[in-house]
């Protein structure tokens, strides 16, 4: 079985500053690692993937994540924030290979931009 | 391209009562998600289905709960009788194939009173 930490449940930040949303994954085997975000009253849209190679992913909205396998992490980036960025991130995972079948969410974490 | 489409996108309905749910996935899919999230619990996988067999129904909370591909593009998740702790938003996703990014739809807002 696998699992996601996402340490924080909040993260205000003001406009045009840097944010990184941290997320954590355990898992016994293999996995593939994706950041989804969700506005207001909106279903979830994918952010970005790792499924294999580089491990600097660059996804839209100008987001970007690190997969570190020694510390078993996935952190989202963006060096610049914009109001509009304001919503809901997850972090997830699923195996590469066997296993339950799905993704494993962490419990989100809520950018807030401030002006 | 049409995405992931779901309707209802809310309902609120008496405890007792019957719900249905409707998912119709993005056309070439063949892997179908249905997913609750609560404050609680966050987002939780309630049945996954590929090419129309469902797979793993491990996280369905309760006989009360079922979930039905009738076609390669359609889904429906059935809660018979409803309680009030069953309010969540239920999304469904679609993918091509079960590790391949999973496209949501905007789910549907469930309030059992």
């Known amino acids: 079985a696998q699992s996601v930490t996402q340490l924080d449940s909040q993260v205000p930040v003001f406009e045009e500053a840097p944010v990184e949303l941290r997320c954590n994954y355990s898992?016994?085997?293999?996995?593939?690692l994706f950041w989804y975000v969700q506005y207001p009253n909106q279903g979830l849209q994918l952010l970005l993937k790792y499924l294999s190679g580089s491990t600097l992913v660059k996804g839209i909205n100008g987001f970007e994540a690190e997969f570190n396998k020694s510390q078993t992490s996935f952190h989202l980036r963006k060096p610049s924030v914009h109001i509009s960025d304001t919503a809901e991130y997850f972090c997830a995972v699923i195996q590469r290979q066997g296993g339950a079948d799905g993704l494993t969410f962490g419990k989100g974490t809520h950018l807030i931009i401030q002006p | 391209d049409a995405g992931v489409i779901q309707s209802p996108r809310h309902e609120v309905t008496e405890m007792g009562q019957e719900v249905t749910l409707r998912c119709k996935l993005i056309s070439g899919h063949n892997s179908l998600f249905w997913y609750r999230q609560t404050m609680m619990r966050g987002l939780e996988l309630l049945i996954y289905?590929?090419?129309?067999?469902?797979?793993?129904d491990s996280g369905m909370p309760e006989d009360r709960f079922s979930a039905k591909m009738p076609n390669a593009s359609f889904s429906t998740l059935k809660i018979q009788p409803s309680e009030p702790r069953d309010s969540a938003v239920y999304f469904c996703?679609?993918?091509?194939?079960?590790?391949?990014?999973?496209?949501f739809g905007d789910g549907t807002r469930l309030s059992i009173l």
């Open positions: 289905f590929n090419n129309n067999v469902p797979i793993d």
């Open positions: 898992s016994s085997v293999s996995v593939y």
């Open positions: 996703a679609s993918s091509f194939g079960r590790n391949q990014p999973q496209h």
